[in-house]
């Protein structure tokens, strides 16, 4: 129903610049919100930014992230994005895009996986 596949990941040291792309298809894609979470070996899925509203104007920021990252979506290229500034180690990780349930609460907040996910894409930062 819904394809994702993300790209952007690398290696950065410590307080520098990733953009993350999310390339988003399939025919129920625009039923869905769409958001972005991280997972660390070992650790468990981290909501980290996030859209629930159709409108795209209402947005989840992890407090861990707030005010470094950026999520934005461009409707018409089918593309979510999401800017990572000040990288940090502890940003290291394993970053997907998700499609969930539109409303409150967020679904990347409490189901980060959401209904629809990509394969990831490694973001390592050095110290």
């Known amino acids: 129903l819904v394809q994702l596949v993300e790209s952007g990941g690398g290696s950065v040291q410590a307080g520098g610049s990733l953009n993350l792309t999310c390339t988003i298809s399939?025919?129920?894609?625009?039923?869905?919100?769409m958001g972005w979470f991280r997972q660390a070996p070992g650790k468990e899925r981290e909501g980290v930014a996030g859209?629930?509203?159709?409108?795209?104007?209402?947005?989840y920021y992890a407090d861990s992230i707030k005010g470094r990252f950026t999520i934005s979506q461009d409707t018409a290229k089918n593309t979510l994005y999401l800017q990572m500034n000040r990288l940090k180690p502890e940003d290291t990780a394993m970053y997907y895009c998700a499609a969930g349930a539109c409303g409150e609460p967020p679904f990347i907040a409490t189901k980060p996986g959401g209904s629809f996910r990509g394969q990831g894409t490694q973001v390592t930062v050095s110290s």
């Open positions: 859209f629930y509203h159709d409108n795209n104007l209402a947005t």
């Open positions: 399939g025919r129920a894609a625009s039923t869905f919100c």
